[in-house]
């Protein structure tokens, strides 16, 4: 049996409110074959366990594992070619994607996630090309580099069976463009060679193949209103009820997919979605930028959970969520990196700080913007509830799963730091990617002073740098030069897609934030 005593200056094990939290000075944590059996101050339980490996030199703050909630690439989107835009045209440069080894390029982004305390992500896949068999073996291959490097998964296959590039047919848009392009366009869309049912197959072989796995879980997800079709959404929602998966969906990220619901159903994408029974604790809405007051009042009462992409929102144009809504309303948020945060990086500290920054509107109450333990809990047990982990990580309690993290306080605090601050303020407030000292997940340190514990980072680097050293294939050329054409005819196609005198202004006032 694996046991093993993390010692600390302090421990942090779970949030009481937003402004609260639970605090043990001198804290530790005793954890037997991943699961953690006692909870206490570091004195009394090294005395009562004494011949116990100790991890930690009590020189730091143990924090909860934190939950990446939203998740899609290694390599980013710029460093693949594609710079930031409104998210509609952004979709049009994302062709331009190379080839990539999807293994390394997973263990790209792990390796930042992890030297950032973060131990569970949310993995929503999706733009992958090919048939079933190809499709799968694909997933696996991403599911195996979370294995190597010791992480928890928890994997979903974004399912999309329509208007996969603009928010029409797909036949109707290779029709609206000159004879030049619709060869060319109708070749991408033939890469992807998945039907429904195919996708449906998809989840089940990866849900039975997975299915003992402590480290790795497989749930759904519906990619966006847009890009499922009425079949799609009843499918999935069944799946979900009979499985009992989550179901992590786009929703609203923008005020160009508020306006496609409004065209398709009449009302709103969460009215749409509702039809189908898909609202409740198993289903998250990554975004939801646009949600209006009575959607949100809907997703409160349904226990439906909403990922905040913060970064992402910024980079894309998509707006700014009503996170502070989200909060008094008692909605469960989780915190998603999803391709990349605010500095192209995986890093949960940075993210965590960027929204408690972020919805700081004007004011003296303390309740009307985000509170540090709101933050964490967002980044930990708001997170795994997202997820087919649910209630079983996030928090440090007896009986959970035991990953967790070691933040430098020395590192925090240095020079000087005043002895009122308090720990979870400091920490979230000041803490780098490079004060967090261990990582442990399931009871194992994956990560100790700079080094991953199972994987060689610069071997891996390395042999993704050298993949991406060759010659761009004859379709990484075609959809190069697709991308660049297809760009005007996407901003043309949009252009008066939104009527103003039917939506409020892209930019909501303050009071909204």
């Not at 030199?57 to 143990?62: A, D, F, V």
């Not at 999706?126 to 694909?138: D, K, S």
């Not at 959404?233 to 005020?255: C, G, K, Q, Y």
């Not at 009871?443 to 891996?460: H, L, P, S, W």
Request: hydrophobic share 40%; net charge negative; proline share 4%.
């Amino acid at each position: 049996m694996a046991v093993s005593l993390v010692r600390s200056r302090a421990m942090i094990t779970r949030t009481l409110s937003a402004t609260e939290w639970e605090e043990i000075p001198d804290g530790a944590v005793l954890q037997e074959d991943g699961i953690i059996t006692a909870i206490g101050t570091y004195a009394d339980l090294h005395a009562r366990h004494p011949t116990v490996p100790v991890i930690g030199s009590g020189r730091e703050i143990l924090l909860p594992g934190f939950v990446n909630g939203h998740h899609h690439v290694g390599l980013t989107p710029v460093q693949l070619g594609s710079p930031d835009m409104p998210l509609e045209l952004w979709f049009v440069t994302r062709m331009v994607a190379r080839n990539l080894n999807l293994y390394l390029d997973t263990l790209y982004s792990a390796f930042e996630m992890i030297a950032s305390g973060i131990t569970t992500v949310q993995h929503i896949h999706g733009w992958m090309p090919g048939t079933l068999p190809e499709v799968e073996a694909r997933s696996n291959e991403v599911i195996r580099a979370y294995e190597d490097i010791g992480m928890r998964v928890s994997y979903c296959f974004a399912l999309r069976d329509q208007n996969r590039l603009v928010y029409q047919a797909d036949e109707e848009f290779v029709a609206s463009l000159p004879q030049e392009l619709r060869g060319p366009m109708s070749r991408w869309f033939e890469r992807f060679r998945m039907g429904l049912e195919e996708s449906l197959d998809l989840f089940r072989n990866l849900h039975r193949g997975h299915a003992d796995k402590r480290r790795v879980k497989v749930q759904l997800a519906p990619a966006n209103l847009h890009w499922c079709s009425d079949a799609a959404l009843a499918a999935l929602a069944d799946l979900s009820r009979t499985h009992d998966v989550p179901m992590h969906m786009h929703l609203v990220e923008t005020a160009y997919q508020k306006e496609y619901a409004r065209r398709r159903g009449g009302g709103t994408a969460l009215d749409y979605i509702e039809r189908f029974g898909m609202l409740g604790p198993n289903l998250t809405l990554g975004h939801g930028v646009w949600l209006n007051e009575r959607d949100i009042e809907k997703v409160a009462a349904s226990g439906t959970c909403i990922c905040h992409n913060c970064s992402s929102n910024f980079r894309l144009r998509s707006g700014v969520a009503a996170l502070n809504r989200f909060e008094a309303m008692g909605v469960n948020t989780a915190i998603g990196l999803d391709e990349a945060g605010i500095n192209d990086d995986r890093d949960m500290l940075q993210e965590m700080r960027l929204v408690l920054r972020a919805h700081r509107v004007p004011g003296m109450g303390e309740s009307e913007v985000p509170g540090m333990a709101q933050v964490l809990r967002m980044a930990t047990i708001g997170g795994s509830r997202t997820t087919p982990y649910r209630e079983t990580l996030g928090t440090l309690e007896v009986g959970k799963g035991a990953d967790l993290s070691l933040v430098d306080w020395q590192a925090v605090s240095y020079p000087f730091l005043d002895e009122l601050t308090p720990t979870l303020d400091a920490v979230i407030q000041r803490a780098k990617a490079s004060a967090v000292t261990t990582v442990m997940c399931d009871g194992e340190v994956i990560y100790k002073d700079g080094a991953f514990t199972r994987v060689d980072r610069d071997g891996a680097l390395k042999a993704l740098h050298d993949d991406l050293a060759r010659a761009l294939s004859d379709d990484e050329v075609e959809r190069r030069q697709l991308s660049k054409a297809l760009l005007p005819h996407a901003r043309r196609f949009y252009a008066d897609y939104i009527d103003p005198s039917r939506h409020e202004p892209f930019y909501r006032p303050s009071s909204r934030v």
